[in-house]
């Protein structure tokens, strides 16, 4: 992107400063502030307010307290007089919050349009199946939430892992996203909408027991092949030693 284009969209953001729609999600139950600065009220205003929805919530004067005018409940003023908080917010709160100077002159000072999501389930990350030798180690892994689930096959060497087989990442039947990727030698499930998220997090070396340690399953192995070599050399060795008889006879 040129700077020119950069230098021009941030001109006109500027410009539309406070009439620009904010989009924000919030999570179920939570807090919001709704904000608007000193520098965007009209020094002369004698009356502004924060409507919801079209409908006043707050009105805001120079000369009085400000006057919560529904939502009385779950609306707290802030020290700042233009400043309001939104306490508890619930999926009925969802809707278009406007900051507008209504005397002398109307003018719409800031808007935002909130969203309020529930809390995405936790993800779990499950291992279905193990195979290892000496140098690869092959795992199959899915990660799982209430209503989705997304599979895949990983495979590691001495030096590095990637994911060969599975989608990287679905939609689940909630609308949110589900994504399982490989950070440095872990594996993460992560779960999350707009306004919350989830992971669960698997160290591959705990999945995957490479054989250079003294752990029981790699010593096991060590010896069967050693002892698998030796059959091997001896039953060589003795056939070259038999022809090598019957030769001298």
Avoid at 196 to 213: E, K, L, Q, R, Y
Wanted: net charge positive.
């Amino acid at each position: 992107m040129s700077l020119f284009l950069v230098t021009g969209i941030l001109f006109f953001l500027k410009i539309a400063g406070s009439t620009a729609v904010i989009h924000v999600f919030v999570q179920t139950g939570a807090d919001f502030i709704l904000n608007v600065t000193e520098a965007e009220i009209p020094p002369k205003s004698r009356l502004w307010v924060w409507q919801f929805n079209g409908a006043t919530m707050v009105e805001f004067s120079p000369d009085s307290q400000p006057t919560v005018v529904s939502h009385t409940e779950r609306i707290k003023v802030l020290e700042k007089k233009y400043c309001v908080k939104l306490r508890n917010l619930q999926k009925s709160d969802m809707g278009i919050y406007t900051a507008k100077v209504l005397l002398s002159k109307e003018q719409k000072l800031t808007e935002y349009n909130v969203t309020v999501q529930d809390p995405v389930s936790p993800v779990y990350l499950t291992t279905d199946s193990v195979s290892s030798t000496f140098s690869t180690c092959n795992l199959a892994v899915t990660c799982s939430t209430d209503d989705s689930n997304i599979s895949s096959t990983i495979r590691c060497d001495k030096q590095n892992c990637h994911q060969e087989k599975g989608p990287g990442s679905v939609v689940t039947k909630s609308g949110a996203s589900l994504h399982m990727y490989l950070s440095h030698s872990s594996i993460i499930c992560n779960h999350s909408n707009q306004a919350s998220w989830s992971n669960d997090t698997g160290i591959i070396v705990h999945f995957c027991h490479p054989c250079t340690d003294l752990s029981v399953v790699c010593l096991v192995k060590k010896v069967l092949f050693s002892v698998g070599l030796i059959i091997m050399v001896s039953a060589v060795f003795g056939v070259h030693l038999m022809e090598k008889v019957g030769k001298q006879k």
